[in-house]
């Protein structure tokens, strides 16, 4: 296949106007020569840029990955891919022991199935382990009656039961042992600061290199006491992941991290769950009963309980609610996680990478509407 009259992303150069060709799933080169068979795809000068990487996110479309079934993970990654996201790391919940292993051994049974490389879905990266080593002060939407210390070894044995797919893991540094953060670091798993008390002092004298949501679950900024948040915002080389839906944060403090943080320490999540893309009213998320209104999910006690965000609009909101560009929001979009994930396939549109790529609208009114997905070459129609 060849796209043509498109305008390109390029990590040196911002958008660049240049044909983009694809042969066996990958990016092979920008030749202006045709050839014989070959699929002719015109842009018509819209944007090209890399597939977008969620890597929170609970579920969508009816379904949560921590339902333990092929099913649920086959309709996630579907919606998903038709929203422009082509890879994905879903979280699981502060849930039992044993069923925090059936939703490791499935990841990994999906993965593994005879039909897995068929899949017209978004690809699983890995497993954000988003509980159960979290503070019951900042439990969220969790279920405190499983939150449990950090522990290396149950995490190993969790690991193995997923292939050593678990890639995140969202604890308590205040909570947690040295033990803890150096096998997590040892076996290429980040570990994110998130529903967490920890104070500033105790931050820094940990490993944590991530931020789970920040701002939200977690010890905030004070004048006296810089907090989760204050960590993120101010320790270099860390992450901060961010739900832009104008509800978990609001759009002023969106931009005081952008502001403080940059593109380059920012990543877009969207920490969606089952009630994405249904009607609102009656949903579920980790065992406790959720309500869906006016496009916000809320446990009874109004306690906000992830989102129902597409990642494309979180994509948008972040230029909204900042001075961001285009391309620092491709950046916090795809770039960053694929650095930080060693997605070294990912994240650029670049000869010998996956074709993993997004079309958007190239309009007056700059809403960038997502018009193609193509995902390892196939294009998926929005």
């Not at 679950?217 to 204050?230: D, K, S, W």
């Not at 994509?315 to 929001?329: C, G, P, Q, V």
Request: with cysteine.
């Amino acid at each position: 296949m060849r796209i043509k009259n498109a305008l390109v992303y390029t990590v040196e150069h911002g958008f660049v106007e240049r044909d983009v060709r694809i042969k066996n799933g990958c990016f092979a080169g920008s030749e202006a020569a045709g050839t014989d068979g070959e699929e002719i795809l015109d842009a018509g000068g819209d944007y090209l840029i890399p597939g977008l990487v969620d890597i929170h996110f609970h579920g969508c479309a009816g379904h949560d990955f921590s339902d333990r079934t092929p099913e649920a993970l086959q309709a996630i990654g579907a919606y998903e891919l038709r929203q422009g996201v082509t890879s994905i790391c879903p979280a699981s919940m502060t849930l039992s022991e044993e069923t925090l292993k059936t939703v490791c051994a499935n990841a990994y049974a999906y993965t593994k199935r005879p039909e897995a490389e068929q899949d017209t879905g978004a690809r699983l990266i890995g497993i954000h382990l988003e509980g159960p080593f979290i503070s019951v002060n900042y439990k969220g939407a969790q279920d405190a009656s499983y939150i449990q210390k950090p522990d290396a070894a149950v995490l190993k044995h969790w690991n193995e039961l997923s292939g050593n797919r678990i890639k995140i893991v969202t604890y308590a540094p205040e909570e947690a042992d040295t033990e803890f953060e150096d096998w997590c670091l040892a076996n290429g798993i980040v570990p994110s600061a998130g529903h967490s008390n920890a104070t500033y002092d105790q931050l820094c004298g940990c490993r944590a290199c991530h931020v789970t949501h920040l701002y939200n679950a977690q010890r905030g900024l004070n004048h006296r006491e810089p907090g989760v948040t204050g960590y993120g915002l101010l320790t270099d080389g860390v992450k901060a992941e961010m739900i832009c839906d104008g509800i978990h944060i609001k759009p002023k403090m969106v931009y005081m991290a952008y502001k403080v943080k940059g593109s380059d320490g920012i990543e877009l999540i969207t920490d969606s769950m089952r009630a994405k893309g249904m009607p609102e009213g009656k949903s579920e998320l980790g065992g406790q009963t959720v309500y869906v209104k006016d496009g916000t999910a809320r446990l009874e006690d109004g306690t906000i309980a992830g989102s129902v965000l597409t990642y494309i609009d979180a994509f948008r909101n972040i230029m909204k609610f900042t001075d961001a560009s285009l391309k620092e929001a491709v950046q916090m979009s795809s770039g960053n996680q694929a650095k930080e994930f060693g997605l070294t396939q990912k994240g650029e549109i670049t000869f010998g990478k996956d074709a993993d790529f997004v079309i958007l609208e190239n309009s007056q009114d700059g809403n960038y509407e997502l018009k193609k997905t193509i995902s390892m070459g196939e294009i998926i129609e929005a």
